[in-house]
């Protein structure tokens, strides 16, 4: 399943990407995450809890940055396992355009599901996925202009 999108963010690029590689900014972003923790600048553990219809699924992994070209884009890459509900593995490129006082974020990306999370069918996976994406684009655009405010 692959989900695209955008979001203009009224915050300079540099501000942004910093946001991006924050796990507490993070954390609050990513829809059901229970816990982030960066174990080197490239990787994060994370737990995260996500609701597929009727089944929820918490998953444990790692989070993987790569191609990383600061401040303007990286590669984010996820794998997770979830138990009897399955595993879950994707990526997503996000590219950071800056326009004036603004940045476009742009994200393309992919996501697989396997086990019983994959028996749910590719219309309600492909979905939840792209609600998932958009939400979290969406708070992440929240946090991002809560903290140049408080700042």
């Known amino acids: 399943m692959d989900f695209t999108g955008e979001e203009r963010i ?3 690029r540099d ?5 991006l590689n924050d796990p507490e900014i993070m ?3 990513i829809p059901g995450c ?3 923790e960066r174990l080197s600048p490239e990787n994060f553990e994370a737990t995260i809890k996500v609701k ?3 089944l929820s699924a918490t998953f444990h992994g790692l989070l993987t940055l790569s191609n990383v070209d ?3 884009s990286y590669t984010l890459s996820a794998e997770g396992k979830g138990g009897l509900a399955g595993f879950a593995r994707g990526a997503a490129d996000v590219v950071l355009e800056e326009r004036g006082a603004e940045t476009i974020l742009h994200y393309r990306g992919r996501a697989e599901l396997g086990g019983k999370l994959a028996q749910l069918g590719a219309r309600l996976l492909d979905s939840t996925s792209q609600r998932l994406a958009e939400g979290f ?3 992440f655009n929240a946090a991002v202009v809560a903290k140049m405010v408080a700042d």
Not at 15 to 19: E, K, L, N
């Open 137 to 139: 684009f969406s708070d």
């Open 27 to 29: 954390r609050g972003c």
């Open 15 to 19: 501000v942004v990407w910093a946001a």
């Open 34 to 36: 229970q816990n982030i």
């Open 52 to 54: 597929f219809s009727l």
């Open 10 to 12: 009224a915050a300079p």
């Open 70 to 72: 600061a401040p303007r």
